[in-house]
């Protein structure tokens, strides 16, 4: 890992240099010592670019040559840095589409090395307000690709949403441009991916945690490393290793321009003299191949060690499953068509299955898993939802467990997503509660006020209530651990449910809203990585597809299609054993975090420090240049 802020020919070029030119339209002319040169190029400036004498009009509408002038200047001053950070913004553009393709559908991983790399190098050297934009002009694009599949709902909500993200990524682009002049800026640079993605999984409203780099890599030679730290160490070391390939790249661009030199001073001292190239040419040919090297080999041990890392997946035992994807209606907003329709699509899967087995075609399983929304009616409110329930259940012989929506006990107006085992002697068991509820999809924030505005918001008639513990359930011989859709993107959620004794984990999901818009391919992905960090096989039961058994290993073993009725049967494997990122928690996110957020703080005060000195150097030179007028005045006398 190169140490220092190395001031390449790029770095100078792109950062420092447009940072002085953009300082010196800002600020106005010096005048020499003499009074000479600068102030009469000043003063042919003035002349030139007087304004015309104010009219009547412009005098009434205050707008005499002072205020012509200030507008002339605002801009020129626009347009150069039109120029100067139009090459730059499409660059940061072109990398965060670049970035939307790491993620499924695409499934191009590498790219989000290379991207990381890419807005590393564009916010090196810069200010923090050219980084913020850099990010911002990174970001946007990035979310507005990823996040597409809400075109469904309106395409201003992917405009709007994908612009509240960029701002986090806007952030992160200030930091890694302040972050940049430190030493071993590499580390800071993946501190900070970490730091950005703590702060947007949990803010506002809870977070959105789409788009992690982690979630780019759930079959990469990363992946193994979700064991050790969970998802934020694979973020870590995917930035890490795309912040080392920038410092090889910038080591390899200053590499280039030293030979380069250096052949110059050969040539030079050819014409003059039939000898070799001399010493201090060769030596500062030499210099940068330590920061090229070191970042390269940082680069590849960091990816190297995702190989070293075992991945336990030994069954402690195993149960049978089966899991019913019954289809919906129609996709898009409307997809619950007519009451009973998914219900009904779903006893009559389980139903299939129950002949089947009758009939010795099939292994009657331990327990049935349906889907989040299986019940499109409350069971516990319509008996004939119920009714289909118990026959599909006492059909099938085994436990069923069931997604409904149902009426808040004990709050009138609210409904709870829940998770419900039900027996074919005894009916509706235990269940579990949907703890995070999704803003703006399940609950309106502020409901009273942007229902005014935002129409549409108000087809969301309800609230939904949040549950209040972990969806640990004994279905049959299995306690598994209940998940309710996009809850499987949020660490803590997963981590407390297998941490209180889930064996294995079921993620009951609808994307029946979003189907082929490539959604179910980001969700399904998650899934992956949840059961590399947890060592726990994952099972994912959706309405329309994809439904999906996924090994501890992080395998996929079997998946659906979209919009096509399907049964899958599996053994699946249970284990007790917790991983050391179950053990350790958050704490690896929080600490990477903190050494992000603490190299801003360094970069703030080493800046601070520098300007100080600055200016105790100016004051300096003001001080002996006025000695030097008097001592020469002195001697005049």
């Given at each position: 890992?190169?140490?220092?802020?190395?001031?390449?020919?790029?770095?100078?070029?792109?950062?420092?240099?447009?940072?002085?030119?953009?300082?010196?339209?800002?600020?106005?002319?010096?005048?020499?010592?003499?009074?000479?040169?600068?102030?009469?190029?000043?003063?042919?400036?003035?002349?030139?670019?007087?304004?015309?004498?104010?009219?009547?009009?412009?005098?009434?509408d205050?707008?005499g040559?002072?205020?012509a002038?200030?507008?002339?200047?605002?801009?020129?001053?626009f347009?150069?840095?039109?120029?100067?950070e139009?090459?730059r913004?499409?660059?940061?553009?072109?990398?965060?589409?670049?970035?939307?393709?790491?993620?499924?559908?695409?499934?191009?991983w590498?790219?989000?090395?290379?991207?990381?790399?890419?807005l590393?190098?564009?916010?090196?050297?810069?200010?923090?307000?050219?980084?913020?934009?850099?990010?911002?002009?990174f970001?946007?694009?990035?979310?507005?690709?990823?996040?597409?599949?809400?075109?469904?709902?309106?395409?201003?909500?992917?405009?709007?949403?994908?612009?509240i993200e960029?701002?986090?990524?806007?952030?992160?682009?200030?930091?890694?441009?302040?972050?940049?002049?430190?030493?071993?800026?590499?580390?800071?640079?993946?501190?900070?991916?970490?730091a950005?993605?703590?702060?947007?999984?949990?803010?506002?409203?809870?977070?959105?945690?789409?788009g992690?780099?982690?979630?780019?890599?759930?079959?990469?030679?990363?992946t193994?490393?979700?064991?050790?730290g969970?998802a934020?160490?694979?973020?870590?070391?995917?930035?890490?290793t795309?912040?080392?390939?920038?410092?090889?790249?910038l080591?390899?661009?200053?590499?280039r321009?030293?030979?380069a030199?250096?052949?110059?001073?050969?040539?030079?001292?050819?014409?003059?003299?039939?000898?070799s190239?001399?010493?201090p040419?060769?030596?500062?040919?030499?210099?940068?191949?330590?920061?090229?090297?070191?970042?390269?080999?940082?680069?590849?041990?960091?990816?190297?060690?995702?190989?070293?890392v075992?991945?336990?997946?030994?069954?402690?035992?195993?149960?049978?499953?089966?899991?019913?994807?019954?289809?919906?209606?129609?996709?898009?907003?409307?997809?619950?068509?007519?009451?009973?329709?998914?219900?009904n699509?779903h006893?009559?899967?389980t139903?299939?299955?129950?002949?089947?087995?009758?009939?010795?075609?099939?292994?009657?399983?331990?327990?049935?898993?349906?889907p989040e929304?299986?019940?499109?009616?409350?069971?516990?409110?319509?008996?004939?939802?119920?009714?289909?329930?118990?026959?599909?259940?006492?059909?099938?012989?085994?436990?069923?467990?069931?997604?409904?929506?149902?009426?808040?006990?004990?709050?009138?107006?609210?409904?709870?997503?829940?998770?419900?085992?039900?027996?074919?002697?005894k009916?509706?068991?235990?269940?579990?509660?949907k703890q995070?509820?999704?803003?703006f999809?399940?609950?309106?924030?502020?409901?009273?006020?942007?229902?005014?505005?935002?129409?549409?918001?108000?087809q969301?008639?309800?609230?939904?209530?949040?549950g209040?513990?972990?969806?640990?359930?004994?279905?049959?011989?299995?306690?598994?651990?209940?998940?309710?859709?996009?809850e499987?993107?949020?660490?803590?959620?997963?981590?407390?449910?297998?941490?209180?004794?889930?064996?294995?984990?079921?993620?009951?999901?609808?994307?029946?809203t979003?189907?082929?818009?490539?959604?179910?391919?980001?969700?399904l992905?998650?899934?992956?990585?949840?059961?590399?960090?947890?060592?726990?096989?994952?099972?994912?039961?959706?309405?329309?597809?994809?439904s999906?058994?996924?090994?501890?290993?992080?395998?996929?073993?079997?998946?659906t299609?979209?919009?096509?009725?399907?049964?899958?049967?599996?053994?699946?494997p249970?284990r007790?054993?917790?991983?050391?990122?179950?053990?350790?928690?958050?704490?690896?996110?929080?600490?990477?975090?903190?050494?992000?957020?603490?190299?801003c703080?360094?970069?703030?005060?080493?800046?601070r420090?520098?300007?100080?000195?600055?200016?105790?150097?100016?004051?300096?030179?003001?001080?002996?240049?006025?000695?030097?007028?008097?001592?020469?005045?002195?001697?005049?006398?």
């Open positions: 890992m190169p140490s220092g802020s190395d001031t390449t020919a790029e770095s100078a070029a792109g950062g420092q240099s447009a940072d002085r030119a953009n300082d010196a339209e800002e600020s106005p002319r010096p005048q020499d010592a003499q009074g000479g040169e600068a102030a009469a190029g000043t003063e042919r400036d003035s002349v030139a670019t007087q304004p015309p004498p104010p009219t009547a009009e412009t005098a009434a205050g707008e040559p002072a205020a002038a200030r507008g002339g200047g605002r801009l020129r001053r347009r150069a840095l039109v120029r100067r139009a090459l913004t499409v660059a940061a553009a072109v990398s965060g589409l670049a970035l939307a393709l790491a993620f499924p559908p695409y499934d191009l590498p790219l989000s090395l290379l991207t990381v790399a890419a590393s190098l564009l916010t090196r050297g810069r200010t923090l307000r050219q980084g913020a934009w850099t990010g911002f002009a970001g946007w694009p990035f979310f507005v690709l990823l996040l597409q599949w809400l075109h469904v709902i309106g395409w201003d909500a992917v405009l709007g949403l994908a612009f960029s701002m986090f990524v806007a952030a992160l682009g200030a930091a890694l441009a302040a972050t940049s002049r430190l030493p071993l800026w590499p580390l800071w640079g993946a501190c900070l991916w970490v950005e993605e703590w702060t947007r999984d949990r803010a506002p409203f809870g977070g959105f945690p789409w992690r780099l982690a979630f780019a890599n759930t079959g990469s030679p990363y193994p490393l979700a064991a050790l969970g934020p160490l694979v973020t870590f070391a995917a930035a890490l795309g912040t080392a390939l920038a410092a090889a790249a080591a390899l661009w200053h590499l321009a030293m030979r030199a250096g052949q110059e001073q050969l040539e030079e001292r050819g014409r003059q003299e039939a000898g190239a001399p010493a040419a060769r030596t500062a040919v030499r210099r940068p191949l330590t920061p090229l090297l070191s970042s390269l080999a940082l680069a590849a041990a960091v990816t190297a060690a995702g190989y070293a075992p991945v336990p997946t030994a069954a402690d035992d195993t149960a049978d499953i089966a899991v019913v994807q019954g289809n919906v209606e129609q996709p898009g907003m409307n997809f619950l068509g007519r009451p009973m329709k998914i219900l699509n006893v009559d899967a139903l299939d299955l129950a002949r089947k087995i009758k009939a010795g075609k099939a292994e009657r399983p331990d327990l049935v898993i349906w929304n299986s019940s499109d009616l409350d069971p516990y409110r319509w008996p004939e939802a119920r009714e289909r329930i118990d026959q599909a259940a006492k059909a099938v012989g085994v436990p069923i467990l069931v997604g409904a929506l149902v009426d808040h006990p004990g709050t009138q107006g609210y409904v709870e997503n829940q998770g419900i085992v039900w027996d074919p002697k009916g509706p068991g235990a269940s579990y509660t995070h509820p999704v803003p999809g399940e609950y309106v924030p502020f409901r009273d006020e942007l229902s005014k505005v935002i129409t549409r918001l108000q969301i008639p309800r609230d939904f209530w949040p209040d513990h972990t969806g640990v359930l004994q279905t049959g011989p299995a306690r598994l651990g209940d998940v309710i859709c996009f499987v993107a949020y660490d803590e959620i997963p981590r407390a449910t297998v941490n209180d004794g889930a064996r294995a984990l079921v993620v009951q999901t609808n994307n029946a979003y189907g082929r818009t490539g959604q179910p391919e980001q969700q992905v998650m899934s992956k990585l949840r059961a590399v960090e947890h060592g726990r096989a994952v099972v994912t039961a959706a309405t329309s597809g994809i999906s058994v996924v090994g501890p290993d992080g395998t996929i073993k079997q998946r299609q979209e919009f096509e009725r399907d049964v899958l049967s599996a053994t699946l249970l007790d054993d917790i991983t050391i990122a179950d053990r350790v928690g958050a704490a690896p996110e929080w600490v990477i975090a903190m050494v992000g957020v603490l190299a703080a360094a970069a703030w005060f080493t800046g420090r520098g300007r100080t000195d600055h200016r105790r150097a100016q004051r300096a030179g003001q001080v002996q240049q006025t000695d030097a007028q008097r001592k020469q005045e002195g001697q005049q006398r």
